[in-house]
C-alpha cells in the first residue's frame, strides 16, 4: 500500500521555526511533483510550495522569503522548512506527491496531515 507520512508539526511561538517531513513507503518506483498544502479552520485548503522532480520550486506569496522547500530523493522524503512563523500560519498541513507506483502509471496521494500552531 502507497503511503505519505508527515511528522514534525507542533505548537511553536511567533517567529519561530518548525520542520515538516513526508515520507513515502519504500514500494514504489520514483517520485514527480511533490508539494505541501494547508487548510486553515473554515479556509479552503491552498498550495503553500512545490518542487519537481528536477528541484524547481514554487512559493505562495505569503510564504516566500520564510519556507523552504526541498527533498531527498534517495530516502523518498519531502521537507518543509518554516521560519518565521506567524499565527496566520496555523493550519493543517498536508503532503502531496504524484507517485510513479510502477514504470508508466502513475497516482496523486496525500499525507494524513500534521497540526501547526503558532501562538503566543
Known amino acids: 500500500q502507497v503511503q505519505l507520512v508527515e511528522s514534525g508539526g507542533g505548537l511553536v511561538q511567533p517567529g519561530g521555526s518548525l520542520r515538516l517531513s513526508c515520507a513515502a513507503s519504500r514500494n514504489i518506483f520514483s517520485l514527480n511533483a511533490m508539494g505541501w498544502y494547508r487548510q486553515a479552520p473554515g479556509k479552503e485548503r491552498e498550495l503553500v510550495a512545490a518542487?519537481?522532480?528536477?528541484?524547481?520550486?514554487n512559493y505562495a506569496d505569503s510564504v516566500k522569503g520564510r519556507f523552504t522547500i526541498s527533498r531527498d530523493n534517495a530516502k523518498n522524503t519531502l521537507y518543509l522548512q518554516m521560519n518565521s512563523l506567524k499565527p496566520e500560519d496555523t493550519a493543517v498541513y498536508y503532503c502531496?506527491?504524484?507517485?510513479?507506483?510502477?514504470?508508466?502509471?502513475?497516482?496523486?496521494?496525500w499525507g494524513q496531515g500534521t497540526q501547526v500552531s503558532v501562538s503566543s
Open positions: 518542487i519537481t522532480s528536477g528541484g524547481i520550486t
Open positions: 502531496n506527491a504524484e507517485i510513479v507506483v510502477v514504470p508508466k502509471i502513475s497516482n496523486y496521494y
